[in-house]
């Protein structure tokens, strides 16, 4: 804006007070002695014409008529500003200075409330090179307060006001203007109002969350009850809204510390989502079990149980690549999904697994024999308790195997009818009970194929990890993890293939052993060659079928074949016996001997005659002070364990082998968590035949 105007000039503005043609304007501001220049300009003597300097009240007048006049793009610099730390040209000085908030801190009320005032601001310092920095404020005050300034500047008076009052009509002020101005010198976010939320944290707080925040993840109405009588006397305790208030302010996680633990907690925390894109087939293979989620007839007497099933996963495709099916997760039955893999589709670089006891073993991670080196994989293990770092394994079982699972009518996992499930339980050991075998049950050839079938399915299903192409409907649609492992092929990749003259010998268990006089042994078993009498003396590598103990392949720690050994009696087994067999055995002998057990009890209490409890009288009976469960103590011997302190698997471990210390208590537990489909009550009744067990009654509290 200019400081000096021509009489037709000013005329031509029409101002209040003012004559309109330009004659009488010179006379006026002859009469009045307003300041004058000249300059050049048509219209004047020698090509020089008059300006005239009007009153500094007259000026106000031409400052907001400006104002009104003033295209948008003229006025708004200000909103066009990046949201990161920058200064605006003709807005801020060069030099950003620290502030207390940073841009990406910054709210939507605050952001909006800082641009605001940027504009306002940025509209005074224009004004202020025709009047000065007070007049244009005080133009830009009296403008906002009569509501004239233009639409976008007077409807950024009240965002730019964070404190614009209940009734929105507060408007701008002269020190606010200035503060804004010196503010605005330290960049963009030293103009955003503070955070007004009151952060003071009340007197009540540290004991409501000393009892909000507990595993057993009480309701706030419940620590409402009790927080009056932990607080001192002269804290007031809040009200339920005020304290529900408190807890909302709180991060998630800080509110969820204590009632979830460590490894819960990690659910609700920030995670690092891996890309696969770059990666190439058999890169990195996944394995894990999953015990399936449906009763199956088991292979050798029928009855039902939940199988386990291990997947090897190929990261880059999410192809499965291997799978084996058992009766419980084992070194023997990894080996196998994992022979399957290496023949079918390449051996990998890397095998990334968890810590269970199928995975980290000496069979596998042995540097001499363990199969990862005869191999030459890299074994890496995940963290403990940290399933969200293979989390591309665990929700493939989700995707095919849980899947599977819902198609049979004997599913238990956790979202089934619990009423069905109790029927579908009931049915299948009724049926074996009468019959010996359940329609509801499929034969375990059947599943194994089963199995076979969903797992191709899953390989020919779209998966959302992979990248989208477009078929040959034209319809685009995630890949499938075969196609994905097609076009690495057509691309040129090639795996690392198993020789077939390899297959048997490099799948083969190998133990150290000692050679002694032309003899090895191996599982209570001696092997016989006279080519290890050169040996006498010597560490060796035995390697054996894990189904055929006939003989056994003899190599020196070079892995050069020395010999066949082949089965020779011995004190201890004049059969030989396979390492499957003898684990077979030695767990039958349990079962038989905590069976034993039973039968015993039984024709202890067929033997033992009880008199008749004489009846007496409700009002003989002595009073006795009622004893709360939470009071009782269990007094335990030297050699007794605390039974209370046990986990589940090791509590019907020890009941396995001390039925004596069976109690109604512990039935209705167990058969509740048989009901909801847990996997470990489940195996162990399985594995120790205490199916019986539960629908028994405690004599004693019978009595």
Same mark, same amino acid.
């Given at each position: 804006?200019?400081?000096?105007?021509?009489?037709?000039?000013?005329?031509?503005?029409?101002?209040?007070?003012?004559?309109?043609?330009?004659?009488?304007?010179?006379?006026?501001?002859?009469?009045?002695?307003?300041?004058?220049?000249?300059?050049? =300009?048509?219209?004047?003597?020698?090509?020089?014409?008059?300006?005239?300097?009007?009153?500094?009240?007259?000026?106000?007048?031409?400052?907001?008529?400006?104002?009104?006049?003033?295209?948008?793009?003229?006025?708004?610099?200000?909103?066009?500003?990046?949201?990161?730390?920058?200064?605006? +040209?003709?807005?801020?000085?060069?030099?950003?200075?620290?502030?207390?908030?940073?841009?990406?801190?910054?709210?939507?009320?605050?952001?909006?409330?800082?641009?605001?005032? +940027?504009?306002?601001?940025?509209?005074?310092?224009?004004?202020?090179?025709?009047?000065?920095?007070?007049?244009?404020?005080? &133009?830009?005050?009296?403008?906002?307060? !009569?509501?004239?300034?233009?639409?976008?500047?007077?409807?950024?008076?009240?965002?730019? !006001?964070?404190?614009? =009052?209940?009734?929105?009509?507060? /408007?701008?002020?002269?020190?606010?203007?200035?503060?804004?101005?010196?503010?605005?010198?330290?960049?963009?976010?030293?103009?955003?109002?503070?955070?007004?939320?009151?952060?003071?944290?009340?007197?009540?707080?540290?004991?409501?969350?000393?009892?909000?925040? $507990?595993?057993?993840?009480?309701?706030?109405?419940?620590?409402?009850?009790?927080?009056?009588?932990?607080?001192?006397?002269?804290?007031?305790?809040?009200?339920?809204?005020?304290?529900?208030?408190?807890?909302?302010?709180?991060?998630?996680?800080?509110?969820?510390?204590?009632?979830?633990?460590?490894?819960?907690?990690?659910?609700?925390?920030?995670?690092?989502? $891996?890309?696969?894109?770059?990666?190439?087939?058999?890169?990195?293979?996944?394995?894990?079990?999953?015990?399936?989620?449906?009763?199956?007839?088991?292979?050798?007497?029928?009855?039902?149980?939940?199988?386990?099933?291990?997947?090897?996963?190929?990261?880059?495709?999410?192809?499965?690549?291997?799978?084996?099916?058992?009766?419980?997760?084992? /070194?023997?039955?990894?080996?196998?999904?994992?022979?399957?893999?290496?023949?079918?589709?390449?051996?990998?670089?890397?095998?990334?697994?968890? !810590?269970?006891?199928?995975?980290? !073993?000496?069979?596998?991670?042995?540097?001499?024999?363990?199969?990862?080196? %005869?191999?030459?994989?890299?074994?890496?293990?995940?963290?403990?308790?940290?399933?969200?770092?293979?989390?591309?394994?665990?929700?493939?079982?989700?995707?095919?195997?849980?899947?599977?699972?819902?198609?049979?009518?004997?599913?238990?996992?956790?979202?089934?009818?619990?009423?069905?499930?109790?029927?579908?339980?009931?049915?299948?050991?009724?049926?074996?009970?009468? &019959?010996?075998?359940?329609?509801?049950?499929?034969?375990?050839?059947?599943?194994?194929?089963?199995?076979?079938?969903?797992?191709?399915?899953?390989?020919?299903?779209?998966?959302?990890?992979?990248?989208?192409?477009?078929?040959?409907?034209?319809?685009?649609?995630?890949?499938?993890?075969?196609?994905?492992?097609?076009?690495?092929?057509?691309?040129?990749?090639?795996?690392?293939?198993?020789?077939?003259?390899?297959?048997?010998?490099?799948?083969?268990?190998?133990?150290?052993?000692?050679?002694?006089?032309?003899?090895?042994?191996?599982?209570?078993?001696?092997?016989?060659?006279?080519?290890?009498?050169?040996?006498?003396?010597?560490?060796?590598?035995?390697?054996?079928?894990?189904?055929?103990?006939?003989?056994?392949?003899?190599?020196?720690?070079?892995?050069?074949?020395?010999?066949?050994?082949?089965?020779?009696?011995?004190?201890?087994?004049?059969?030989?016996?396979?390492?499957?067999?003898?684990? @077979?055995?030695?767990?039958?002998?349990?079962?038989?001997?905590?069976? +034993?057990?039973?039968?015993?009890?039984?024709?202890?209490?067929?033997?033992?005659?009880?008199?008749?409890?004489?009846?007496?009288?409700? @009002?003989?009976?002595?009073?006795?002070?009622?004893?709360?469960?939470?009071?009782?103590?269990?007094?335990?011997? +030297?050699?007794?364990?605390?039974?209370?302190?046990?986990?589940?698997?090791?509590?019907?471990?020890?009941?396995?082998?001390?039925?004596?210390?069976?109690?109604?208590?512990?039935?209705?537990?167990?058969?509740?968590?048989?009901?909801?489909?847990? %996997?470990?009550?489940?195996?162990?009744?399985?594995?120790?035949?205490?199916?019986?067990?539960?629908?028994?009654?405690?004599?004693?509290?019978?009595?």
């Amino acid at each position: 804006m200019k400081t000096h105007y021509s009489c037709a000039e000013l005329a031509a503005m029409k101002l209040p007070g003012l004559p309109t043609t330009e004659k009488r304007l010179r006379d006026r501001v002859k009469s009045e002695g307003w300041a004058s220049r000249q300059v050049p =300009g048509k219209g004047g003597k020698g090509g020089m014409r008059t300006e005239y300097q009007p009153p500094k009240a007259l000026l106000s007048s031409i400052i907001s008529q400006h104002i009104k006049s003033s295209p948008v793009s003229a006025v708004t610099p200000a909103l066009a500003l990046p949201s990161s730390e920058v200064t605006a +040209a003709g807005l801020f000085s060069s030099a950003v200075l620290p502030v207390a908030i940073r841009s990406h801190e910054l709210k939507d009320w605050q952001r909006s409330s800082a641009e605001a005032r +940027a504009a306002l601001i940025g509209e005074v310092r224009r004004l202020a090179v025709l009047a000065g920095t007070e007049k244009a404020i005080q &133009a830009v005050i009296a403008l906002a307060a !009569n509501g004239e300034l233009p639409a976008h500047l007077q409807a950024m008076v009240s965002v730019a !006001n964070a404190k614009s =009052g209940v009734d929105g009509k507060r /408007t701008l002020s002269r020190r606010s203007l200035y503060r804004w101005m010196k503010e605005a010198e330290q960049g963009f976010t030293a103009l955003a109002p503070l955070q007004r939320e009151n952060l003071k944290v009340p007197a009540w707080a540290p004991a409501l969350l000393e009892l909000y925040q $507990r595993p057993q993840k009480p309701a706030l109405k419940w620590v409402m009850e009790q927080l009056p009588s932990v607080l001192p006397s002269h804290i007031t305790p809040p009200s339920y809204w005020a304290a529900n208030r408190f807890i909302q302010k709180m991060s998630k996680v800080d509110v969820q510390q204590g009632r979830m633990g460590k490894r819960e907690i990690k659910n609700i925390k920030p995670f690092v989502r $891996r890309d696969t894109g770059e990666m190439w087939p058999a890169d990195v293979y996944t394995a894990d079990g999953h015990t399936f989620d449906a009763e199956v007839a088991h292979p050798a007497h029928g009855r039902p149980f939940r199988p386990e099933i291990t997947t090897v996963l190929d990261i880059a495709t999410r192809r499965v690549v291997g799978w084996s099916v058992d009766l419980a997760e084992s /070194t023997w039955s990894v080996l196998d999904a994992l022979r399957h893999a290496c023949i079918q589709h390449g051996i990998p670089a890397i095998f990334y697994v968890d !810590n269970g006891s199928g995975f980290k !073993n000496d069979a596998m991670s042995n540097e001499s024999t363990g199969f990862m080196a %005869r191999l030459g994989i890299e074994i890496t293990h995940s963290l403990p308790y940290n399933s969200q770092a293979r989390g591309i394994e665990e929700r493939s079982h989700k995707s095919f195997l849980v899947r599977a699972a819902k198609s049979l009518p004997t599913y238990m996992g956790a979202d089934m009818d619990r009423e069905a499930k109790q029927k579908a339980f009931k049915i299948t050991r009724a049926d074996i009970k009468t &019959a010996g075998v359940s329609k509801l049950l499929m034969p375990w050839n059947a599943f194994v194929n089963f199995i076979s079938e969903e797992i191709e399915k899953a390989n020919n299903r779209e998966h959302r990890g992979l990248p989208k192409i477009r078929d040959a409907a034209g319809k685009l649609r995630h890949q499938t993890p075969n196609e994905a492992w097609e076009l690495a092929v057509s691309e040129g990749w090639k795996p690392t293939e198993v020789e077939a003259h390899e297959q048997l010998d490099l799948f083969r268990p190998y133990k150290l052993a000692k050679a002694l006089r032309g003899e090895v042994r191996l599982f209570g078993n001696t092997y016989f060659d006279a080519a290890l009498a050169d040996h006498h003396g010597d560490t060796v590598r035995v390697g054996y079928d894990i189904l055929d103990p006939h003989q056994v392949w003899v190599r020196d720690l070079q892995g050069r074949l020395i010999c066949v050994a082949g089965f020779e009696a011995n004190k201890r087994s004049y059969f030989p016996q396979s390492f499957q067999d003898k684990a @077979n055995e030695t767990r039958a002998k349990a079962r038989i001997k905590r069976a +034993a057990a039973h039968i015993e009890e039984a024709e202890a209490e067929l033997s033992q005659t009880y008199d008749a409890l004489p009846f007496i009288e409700a @009002n003989t009976l002595p009073s006795m002070p009622v004893v709360l469960a939470e009071t009782m103590q269990i007094t335990e011997s +030297a050699t007794r364990p605390n039974l209370s302190t046990m986990g589940d698997y090791t509590l019907l471990t020890w009941l396995a082998e001390h039925p004596e210390d069976w109690t109604d208590g512990f039935r209705s537990y167990f058969n509740k968590r048989a009901s909801e489909g847990s %996997r470990t009550i489940n195996n162990a009744l399985d594995e120790y035949n205490l199916w019986g067990e539960l629908n028994k009654t405690d004599f004693r509290v019978a009595v």
